[in-house]
């Protein structure tokens, strides 16, 4: 049996705040049983099992301006609803945690058909529409960022915070440099574009590289996602060394973001929570497309002092280069927005949405 369900997934935004949760719940209380529902499909499908929780694969599509792919998903929904009533009748939960992404909705249509309470965690400060959809009868909507309140019916909406992995805060700076072979005494720069790499941060740190490395103290952290590593490597192979490495992947990420005093990234949820769980001052350059949800993450870490923004557009040599080598030269900017990006963060979310979980058992 199943006394809570764990559901999201489709992208580690979703899926990554559940698994943080479930790792949360399994220390507070490890006699109660967790299940986690996803898209066999998706990345959870691979990552959720293989951090040992059990997992449930249903079907899953979002819908389309093609009304033949919207049909498929609404037939896909279905299919999964019914499977979904007989994990209930078979796991009895007491309580379902949906993090978002379209596999919810069918757990969510079985929780208000066999009346389990649900709770819903929103990452980026515009909902999903399958948050949306289902916020209304709610127990709890756990928001990450100020303003989605906005967006969703005041009476079930708290600010929660995202929840991250425990490695982000768990590791002092010196202790992650070493863990991942950089000096102590030197900065790190950390530039990363999500799990699938960002092109067009990938193209204007690879020129700049060269002249941070001779013209400051700073070392450098790349990680370009798959598309791009070879291209990555074969351009600046004459200077990787004790000062910068470069990965395709990093399973590390908590540690990186320990580790490091600076960050180059795109705006996701799941990234920006991690980085200012950990205190950690960003230049963010947020994917222009998927509703611009990333545009509006990063105006709430500006508006905080936590961050500054270059335009994806902009994020050419120029670009780029007048926002960062000013940062890497002023501790004093770079302490500030420190600061800043601790007062942002909510380290302590996993932890208060599992000790909520187990509240509503």
């Not at 529902?37 to 249903?58: C, T």
């Not at 890497?328 to 949405?353: H, I, N, V, Y």
């Amino acid at each position: 049996m199943a006394e809570i369900i764990l559901t999201g997934g489709g992208t580690g935004g979703h899926l990554y705040p559940a698994l943080a949760v479930a790792e949360r719940l399994q220390r507070l209380a490890p006699e109660v049983g967790l299940l986690y529902v996803g898209n066999p499909e998706r990345i959870e499908g691979e990552v959720a099992p293989a951090s040992g929780l059990r997992f449930v694969g249903v079907p899953s599509a979002g819908l389309s301006p093609n009304p033949l792919k919207s049909l498929h998903a609404l037939w896909q929904t279905a299919r999964a609803f019914g499977q979904l009533i007989r994990v209930f009748d078979r796991e009895k939960p007491r309580v379902v945690l949906a993090t978002g992404g379209y596999v919810c909705a069918p757990v969510l249509m079985a929780c208000l058909f066999k009346r389990v309470p649900y709770v819903l965690h929103e990452q980026n400060v515009y909902p999903g529409k399958v948050n949306r959809w289902f916020a209304r009868h709610a127990k709890r909507v756990a928001t990450s960022l100020p303003g989605t309140e906005a967006y969703l019916p005041a009476a079930c909406s708290e600010r929660f915070g995202n929840p991250v992995r425990a490695g982000v805060t768990e590791q002092s700076t010196q202790q992650a440099r070493r863990v991942l072979g950089f000096a102590d005494d030197s900065p790190l720069l950390l530039v990363t574009g999500g799990s699938q790499g960002a092109r067009v941060i990938n193209r204007a740190v690879t020129t700049l590289i060269p002249e941070l490395l001779n013209s400051t103290r700073w070392s450098v952290l790349f990680v370009t996602g798959q598309a791009d590593h070879a291209a990555t490597v074969e351009a600046l192979r004459e200077h990787c060394g004790p000062r910068l490495q470069i990965h395709a992947f990093l399973q590390e990420m908590p540690t990186a973001i320990a580790a490091c005093e600076l960050a180059i990234s795109r705006a996701g949820a799941t990234t920006i929570a991690e980085l200012s769980a950990a205190g950690r001052p960003m230049i963010l350059v947020p994917y222009p497309h998927a509703g611009g949800h990333q545009g509006l993450n990063a105006r709430a870490l500006v508006e905080a002092g936590a961050a500054v923004v270059v335009d994806d557009h902009d994020c050419q040599v120029t670009g780029l280069s007048d926002t960062l080598f000013p940062l890497l030269r002023s501790a004093e900017s770079l302490c500030s927005m420190a600061e800043a990006s601790r007062r942002t963060g909510r380290p302590e979310a996993a932890d208060k949405l599992a000790k909520l979980l187990l509240s509503l058992l």
